[in-house]
């Protein structure tokens, strides 16, 4: 239960004005001065500018950045592996759905899920690279293709 004293901690470093216009917001236009706030409002704006609440945004900000990076590595691994075609996912999301340690689509991944992906898709580009030295593979068909000289 916090008190009128933790709210003013909060609000030490603003300036009247926009603390009373956010009271103001904040009590659907009843009043502007912090003593008049109910004992239910007062928690409530502690909650909202507490400093846990934005430590847990901060928080859910980062896992997804590090989701994005991820997700970004294994696209680009499955282009370069020609699971991916450039400006199409069908192939894609085929593979996903059959082949896929996890059988499902890429944004439903967890952070977890997306590194055993991501470890995956590495295995498969070693096992490519090792078959792409057995003549008429699909692998060695593939890297013949990138190193035809067209001069």
Same mark, same amino acid.
Request: charged share 30%; with cysteine; glycine share 2%.
């Given at each position: ?21 956010? %009271? ?21 704006? %502690?909650? %909202? ?103």
């Amino acid at each position: 239960m916090a008190t009128i004293n933790d709210l003013k901690e909060l609000f030490a470093e603003r300036d009247e004005l926009s603390i009373a216009s956010e %009271v103001y917001g904040f009590t659907n236009f009843r009043t502007t001065r912090m003593e008049e706030l109910t004992q239910e409002e007062i928690d409530a704006l %502690v909650k %909202v500018h507490s400093p846990e609440k934005l430590d847990e945004q901060f928080n859910a900000l980062i896992e997804e950045l590090k989701m994005k990076e991820w997700r970004s590595k294994i696209l680009a691994l499955a282009e370069r592996e020609g699971i991916k075609e450039p400006n199409s996912f069908q192939k894609f999301n085929n593979w996903m759905l059959l082949n896929s340690k996890f059988k499902k689509q890429l944004t439903y991944h967890s952070l977890k899920e997306l590194q055993e992906l991501h470890r995956q898709l590495c295995a498969l580009r070693d096992n490519n690279k090792r078959s792409a030295t057995k003549p008429l593979t699909k692998a060695w068909e593939r890297k013949a293709n990138q190193n035809i000289n067209w001069n």
